[in-house]
């Protein structure tokens, strides 16, 4: 007989719509269950006829004691993957939060920033979680390190949502506190929405991202990320991970095994790099200068002696101070970023290298595939097919 298990996941956001991913690669790899998914947002009550529901087990993100008062009181089984409520004959699986922060803290500590910030929601456990991991990951590394403190408290019942909609409304107040931290900065959001609206801050306050703030949020949501200006920097949390393990885990428990007494924490996967942190910390103001200027127009066919046009300064000494503080020379970041933009169209475009060469900056098909063999060590098509993802 077929188990059947409730899924009670919201499908709002990136990370629950990957949990119920994960759970379902469970599914078709062992089957035996008969699955109920019920659509729902984050945070969003639980569906009147649940106490009726006749099943064998639950999978959920607990967000508040209400929704997990009610899903005790069905008495089975039940995995929770969101890390803040324990079932009472159940399991708790969670992103392991200072693994993310460790994570964040050493892609800026790379980049030679020796300035820090986080900006989260007070009162959100995920958010206190990550801003205390990341601020003493960098105790004895930083220069400085400071977080947000939002004007006004949430009133009521702190939540993710509540927390996030209050955001919305302090760029005054959250530009004025970028733009006295000392620069170059890297700024950790405790989410993408949070890195959404210190972007946001950062435009109206007239703090240049990523010259003088790197911005780095977390859950990698594609539309939120891709939608910022300009796009979030992100660090991937594993949450099709979570849902294949919660799967497994409420196999385990429908089968008579005793569950685990502690949250079971699963590392990240790994950062989705965007503009937002696409840089190096560079406290030469004519460098950073240079390097915003070719980051906005290596695509146009930029040259070396475009940048002099620009810049007071010789050649001679442009090469010395770039070498100094980017490691580089300027022809070789004009190449980084032409080719940083080149895979991005490989990977998300079916567009053919004469017109990826236009937009990259190279005069043709054949000295765009040159460049791209001696940068990337392969042809422009056989990256390309490497990049696919695979469906179905």
Request: aromatic share 6%; charged share 25%.
């Amino acid at each position: 007989m077929p188990k059947r298990v409730i899924l009670l996941i919201e499908s709002s956001r990136a990370y629950g719509r990957d949990c119920l991913l994960g759970v379902a690669d469970y599914v078709r790899a062992h089957g035996g269950w008969r699955v109920l998914q019920v659509e729902r947002g984050l945070g969003e009550r639980l569906p009147a006829g649940l106490a009726d529901w006749q099943g064998d087990g639950v999978i959920a993100r607990i967000e508040s004691e209400p929704i997990a008062e009610q899903i005790a009181r069905l008495g089975l089984p039940t995995v929770d993957l969101r890390g803040a409520f324990h079932p009472p004959r159940g399991a708790m699986f969670d992103a392991d939060h200072e693994a993310i922060a460790r994570l964040a803290a050493e892609h800026f500590l790379h980049r030679g920033f020796r300035h820090f910030a986080y900006c989260g929601f007070s009162g959100v456990d995920f958010s206190d979680k990550r801003g205390r991991a990341f601020l003493a990951h960098l105790e004895h590394r930083a220069a400085s390190r400071q977080a947000y403190e939002p004007p006004r408290r949430v009133s009521g019942q702190v939540t993710v949502l509540r927390s996030e909609a209050s955001g919305e409304f302090e760029s005054a107040q959250l530009g004025a506190w970028l733009r006295r931290l000392p620069k170059p900065v890297a700024v950790l959001a405790c989410n993408d929405v949070r890195g959404r609206q210190v972007l946001e801050a950062c435009s109206q306050g007239g703090v240049p991202v990523p010259e003088e703030a790197a911005v780095l949020g977390v859950d990698d949501d594609q539309v939120i990320c891709e939608l910022s200006a300009p796009p979030l920097s992100s660090i991937r949390p594993a949450a099709r991970r979570i849902g294949f393990e919660g799967a497994a885990m409420l196999d385990r428990l429908m089968n008579g095994a005793s569950p685990p007494a502690e949250v079971v924490l699963v590392a990240p996967q790994g950062l989705a790099q965007r503009q937002s942190s696409d840089v190096a910390a560079v406290e030469d103001q004519d460098v950073a200068a240079t390097l915003a200027f070719i980051r906005d127009h290596a695509g146009g066919g930029l040259s070396v002696q475009d940048l002099l046009n620009r810049i007071p300064l010789s050649r001679s000494t442009l090469e010395r101070r770039f070498r100094v503080a980017v490691g580089r020379s300027p022809a070789a970041e004009i190449e980084r970023v032409r080719m940083s933009r080149a895979k991005a169209l490989l990977c998300d475009t079916d567009y053919g290298l004469d017109r990826i060469a236009r937009l990259t900056g190279y005069q043709s098909a054949s000295q765009f595939a040159a460049a791209f063999k001696r940068c990337a060590n392969s042809t422009p098509g056989a990256f390309r097919k490497a990049q696919a993802v695979p469906r179905g």
